[in-house]
């Protein structure tokens, strides 16, 4: 296989890493065209009238990637670099993922090509009914099923539920991560920072390390990045830097997280918080920690970079925040990365659970919640980990080669080829 390299777009680094997983699974090539391809894209207008009466025409994407193992889920993401290669990348991502840890789905993602920020709330909302609108002929609660990703939010899947309710008749299942007043689950919020930490918690475990010697850096402190900056805290590691996109903070000993929390209510980002030190997005990836979590956007850890990085543990909290040259710099090096598809599987696996909940008609509790998911982050490490074992390989490699052995069994078994 060629060497990767920077250049390569957000869906060919994804494929590059499900190639690598395929040569060693040995998939013939006519599975090996479907799964490295994606199943239906959908791209719609989705033209918008400003409060002022101007006139707009945004770009939405469905990108449906495969579903031979259950209906297709994934997020839909608000935000400027959502074109159609980002959203492919994604929902490959979501198909591999939702594998991995063993959910009875495939993989999808959406987009709309915008920057929330610009928007007001009745934009927002005007906005978010028009595109479930155009997108509606292919989703459905056993067909593909929706939920919050950067830009969007409990109440953008309110808007969407209740949009497509007008159409089809109310149905909770239609998304998920939905405000618990409308039958969204609780720790759903939380669930992708938790499981982040949550697997950590279990590498931690492996090492024959204490979580209380153990230094942390987040990068990003939007929805995953927050949750799991808080999560880390609370259970004894200490967190000494967080970033956002106005800037980053440090302190040695060990961050406030609630003076944190105050200070981005008045602020609008963590940088500037009182008794911190002031870094750079830069900085924080290289500061000499144990674990680096980057919780923000893909590609932030490139070749021009890597070289930098001083933690023992990436943990990727975000969407493919590790290039694959910068990929195989760090497998050289032996630093563990924990790759994507398991660090951030807990929102999908808390939306799996929030899913049969309104299929039942029936709620679980915060406990029951977290222990299911923990128990199904737990076995995917361990699958994980027993392929890495036997095959000799790292973890990302591990992860796909479970996954894709997965989706390929089930693409056959229902007769795709
Ligand atoms: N957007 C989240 C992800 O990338 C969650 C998807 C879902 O809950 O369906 O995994």
């Known amino acids: 296989m060629a060497e990767p390299h920077d250049e390569m777009t957000p869906f060919e680094a994804v494929t590059f890493f499900f190639h690598e997983a395929a040569d060693a699974a040995d998939v013939d090539d006519a599975t090996r065209e479907i799964l490295s391809g994606t199943y239906r894209e959908v791209r719609v207008q989705v033209p918008l009238r400003r409060d002022n ?18 209906p297709y889920k994934g997020g839909v993401r608000y935000d400027l670099s959502a074109d159609l290669d980002e959203t492919r990348a994604l929902a490959s ?61 409990a109440q953008t899947m309110a808007w969407m539920m209740d949009a497509w309710g007008q159409k089809a008749g109310h149905d909770p299942a239609i998304v998920t991560g939905k405000p618990i007043a409308l039958g969204g689950s609780v720790g759903r919020e939380a669930a992708t920072g938790r499981g982040a930490i949550m697997v950590l918690d279990e590498a931690v475990r492996d090492a024959g390390r204490e979580r209380g010697d153990l230094t942390i850096a987040v990068q990003g402190f939007g929805n995953v990045g927050s949750w799991a900056a808080r ?16 800037g980053g903070i440090y302190v040695g000993s060990g961050l406030d997280l609630e003076a944190v929390d105050r200070h981005v209510e008045e602020a609008g980002t963590v940088a500037g918080c009182p008794g911190t030190e002031p870094l750079d997005s830069g900085e924080l990836l290289s500061l000499d920690v144990d ?10 850890i490139t070749k021009s970079n890597v070289d930098d990085i001083r933690a023992d543990v990436i943990v990727e909290a ?27 599987a807990g929102g999908v696996t808390v939306s799996y659970f929030e899913w049969t909940q309104n299929i039942q008609q029936f709620h679980w509790d915060a406990d029951r919640v977290n222990a299911e998911l923990r128990k199904r982050l737990r076995r995917g490490y361990r699958t994980l980990l027993d392929f890495a074992d036997s095959a000799g390989c790292d973890l990302r490699r591990a992860a796909f080669g479970v996954a894709v052995d997965r989706v390929a069994e089930a693409a056959r078994l229902r007769g795709y080829l």
Do not use: C
Not at 121 to 144: C, F, K, N, W
Not at 291 to 300: K, R, S, Y
């Open 53 to 70: 009466g101007e006139k707009h025409v945004f770009y939405g994407y469905r990108v449906q990637h495969n579903g031979a193992r259950g």
């Open 93 to 153: 991502l979501m198909t591999w993922k939702t594998a991995l840890v063993d959910l009875p789905f495939g993989g999808a993602k959406g987009g709309v090509q915008v920057d929330p920020r610009s928007l007001s709330s009745p934009e927002l909302e005007r906005l978010t009914r028009r595109y479930m609108s155009q997108v509606s002929y292919i989703v459905g609660a056993h067909r593909d099923i929706m939920a919050p990703d950067m830009g969007t939010n």
């Open 231 to 246: 999560i880390a805290v609370e259970d004894g590691y200490r967190v000494v830097a967080v970033s956002d996109i106005g």
């Open 291 to 300: 674990v680096l979590i980057p919780a923000a956007l893909g590609g932030v």
């Open 318 to 344: 975000a969407n493919h925040p590790v290039t694959p040259a910068a990929d195989h710099v760090l497998r050289d090096r032996g630093v563990e990365v924990i790759p994507d598809v398991l660090a951030n």
